[in-house]
């Protein structure tokens, strides 16, 4: 598998790798973490890269150049790899003040500014909506970085972290999510959406509320139904 097989993103992300790693090539990098990893390289399984991980990689394939690499330059390549690595000055600020009547609490998978553009188990951070019939509202922004550091090396326990990240929303928006993460977030009574192109969370949230206002596709009216009964069910 070569370099030019990769989606845009990864290669990208590959390369800023290379970048913190100067004595290793992008053909070697790949090479190797197709070894570790298997084929095709995903963003989940980039989301799981460590640098113990990276170092014994890089010793099965006799990159002594990655093997002995510092570990803050072997970490900076993993927060490339994982997609932390952009330089990030437009995260939105949320907008405090009251919840919004009869809203339904969406999280927005993001790497980038006010971006849908994450993977769930590769986004950096989660921008928590209220999305009402009459308006929206960023009401947090979440990091996932703490979370999942604290959940250990297992990509299982990390999901699981990101799951407990966002159980009080209703509606998860993602660009792509694999079918045991669907499950767990499921489970834990989120719908998610896929968005494959992404685009503005902002604008996305604008459509949804539209979307709240007029007529709700099934979907979502279920959505509505069931948070509603719940909330009824806690007075």
Not at 36 to 48: F, M, N, R, S, Y
Not at 151 to 178: F, H, M, P, W
């Amino acid at each position: 598998m070569s370099d030019e097989a990769l989606s845009p993103d990864l290669a990208l992300r590959v390369g800023l790798a290379a970048r913190e790693l100067p004595e290793a090539e992008v053909q070697q990098l790949v090479r190797m973490l197709t070894g570790h990893l298997g084929v095709p390289l995903t963003a989940e399984k980039l989301a799981g890269v460590t640098s113990a991980g990276l170092r014994d990689a890089a010793g099965r394939d006799h990159l002594e150049a990655v093997k002995e690499a510092p570990v803050e330059r072997l970490e900076a390549a993993c927060r490339a790899l994982r997609g932390e690595a952009a330089v990030d000055a437009d995260i939105p600020d949320p907008h405090p003040g009251p919840p919004l009547p009869g809203a339904v609490r969406v999280a927005c998978a993001s790497n980038n500014g006010g971006a849908l553009d994450g993977h769930f188990g590769s986004c950096t951070r989660f921008l928590v909506y209220e999305v009402s019939p009459e308006g929206t509202r960023l009401a947090e922004v979440r990091p996932v970085a703490e979370a999942v550091t604290d959940a250990g090396d297992r990509r299982e326990d990390k999901n699981r972290a990101r799951v407990t990240l966002i159980a009080d929303c209703q509606l998860l928006y993602v660009c792509s999510i694999g079918a045991p993460a669907a499950a767990k977030v499921v489970n834990a009574g989120v719908f998610p959406m896929k968005v494959p192109d992404g685009g503005d969370a902002a604008e996305q949230m604008d459509q949804l509320s539209t979307a709240l206002a007029s007529q709700p596709p099934p979907w979502l009216a279920r959505v509505m139904e069931r948070d509603g009964a719940s909330q009824a069910g806690t007075h």
